[in-house]
């Protein structure tokens, strides 16, 4: 059973910065991808950033310049930093894992983000 813990959410102003952490319970290399997800009040869950096992990264348009994704693999966990936060960021993020052959995707439990103006 794989296990995705997250950790770091808090309540900052805008213009801040927090970094979100993702501890799995596996080798991340097991894994094809692993990614951030973010879902606001009221709205669907989106990605927000996602890195391959290759160490490829893709961003969601709205954090690009802003958010980093990054990952270490002898913690197993997956890093978020986050810049320059802005009230449109407030949200629950998630981290996800996706499997090799279709396995998964798994999900943490959600760190709650909330900028303030």
């Known amino acids: 059973q794989v296990r995705l813990v997250e950790s770091g959410g808090g309540l900052v102003q805008a213009g801040e910065s927090l970094k979100l952490s993702c501890a799995a319970s596996r080798n991340l290399l097991s894994f094809a991808s692993m990614a951030w997800y973010r879902q606001p009040p009221g709205k669907q869950r989106e990605l927000v950033a996602l890195?391959?096992?290759?160490?490829?990264?893709n961003y969601a348009d709205s954090v690009k310049g802003r958010f980093t994704i990054s990952r270490d693999n002898a913690k197993n966990t997956v890093y978020l930093q986050m810049n320059s936060l802005k009230p449109e960021d407030t949200a629950v993020y998630y981290c996800n894992a996706a499997g090799y052959n279709f396995a998964g995707p798994y999900w943490g439990q959600g760190t709650q983000v909330t900028v303030s103006s």
């Open positions: 890195i391959a096992s290759g160490g490829s990264t």
